[in-house]
């Protein structure tokens, strides 16, 4: 997840003030994510920081008690067409995405400058594999939301967007404002569909 442009911004009038970050009581995984969350949100707002990485699940070290089961995320996916380890997997993967869709209504509801602090940002959620019970990694599923400061063009769904992870992260730290003397890791060029 990056803020958008390398420039220190300043808040004005108009900004909607720092969020309170509440700690819980409980020991529950979603009100744990929540605060990781806005901790996120709080280090953007507060210019902090640019750049945030946030890994919701560790596959070898987390389990659901609150989604009904204590399987680790790692052993459910590798499920050899086991219909309820498959369950599993779809309910964690609902649950994770869930935790950042809560971060990204957050932000699009706290204004900032002349929009919302989610219209200056880039925030990105995806996984390393396709499949984890074969390790297939041909077709990555990522969600990007944020407009970057106005240089991606959102609301769509782009199910044949042809590139690696590189050429991803590429695209997106040229949309943030960094310049680049060569691509990330294996990437060969920039995703020109995702921008404005």
Known sequence: ????????????????????????EGDKRSEYMQVMCDL?????????????????????????????FTDKHHSTTHYREDPEKIRKVVAINEFNISQFAYMVKKMANLREGDGTLLDNCIMM?????????????????FVIAGRGG????????LPDTKGNQGDLL??????????????IGIATKEITEIKA
């Open 1 to 24: 997840m990056e803020k958008a442009g390398m420039a220190a911004s300043k808040r004005n009038d108009k900004d909607s003030p720092p969020i309170e970050i509440k700690i819980p």
């Open 40 to 68: 996120n949100i709080l280090a953007f707002q507060t210019d902090t920081t640019r750049v945030s990485t946030y890994i919701g699940s560790t596959p070898n070290g987390v389990s659901y008690p609150e989604l009904g």
């Open 125 to 141: 959620w995806g996984s390393g594999l396709e499949n984890g019970d074969k390790h297939y990694r041909e077709n990555l599923p």
């Open 150 to 157: 106005g240089s991606i063009r959102t609301g769509r769904f």
């Open 170 to 183: 590429t695209t997106l730290l040229g949309c943030a404002g960094v310049p680049l003397d060569r691509p």
